[in-house]
């Protein structure tokens, strides 16, 4: 059955988005201090969107990494003082990850220097694009974020 879907017309969405990620990632690099990575505001900043609490394994699913990347990971934000681990309290085998005053800081610091950044070169229009754009983004997301595994090749394109 063919869904009047055009391959063409799906792989050029899926590429802007993909190049606007690599620019966007490539800016937040700039703005971070030393030794930090976007990889690590990314942490940050899902922290501050889902809240404080988290397993170093579900944070690591979100993210899409395995566990010992994110331990890896969690362990320069603990050496920074952004982030503390501590034993969950329902589960004694398991960590709970939470951000620290200074974790806020950073996350607001970096969001205020992207704002200027990006005050620099967006005008009125450029806003009301994303604005325009956002809604549609967070569909997109949500669809992806249910459907993570690819299905199984059974031969037909």
Sequence with gaps: M???INPGEVFAFFNEVA?????GK???GKILPDGLHPSHFAIIAHLTRVG???????IANAMQVTKATMSHSLKVLEKRGLIQTLP???????KQVFLTQAGWAFHMAAIQALTRTFKHFLRSEHHQIMLAALP???TIRKLLDENREPL???GKA
Excluded at 88 to 94: F, G, N, P, Q, Y
């Design 152 to 154: 199984p090749d059974d």
């Design 2 to 4: 063919d869904s009047g």
């Design 26 to 28: 490539t800016l937040v």
């Design 52 to 58: 404080d609490g988290k397993t170093p394994l579900a």
């Design 88 to 94: 969950s309290e329902t589960d004694a085998r398991s």
């Design 19 to 23: 190049i606007i990620d690599q620019l």
């Design 136 to 138: 549609g983004l967070v």
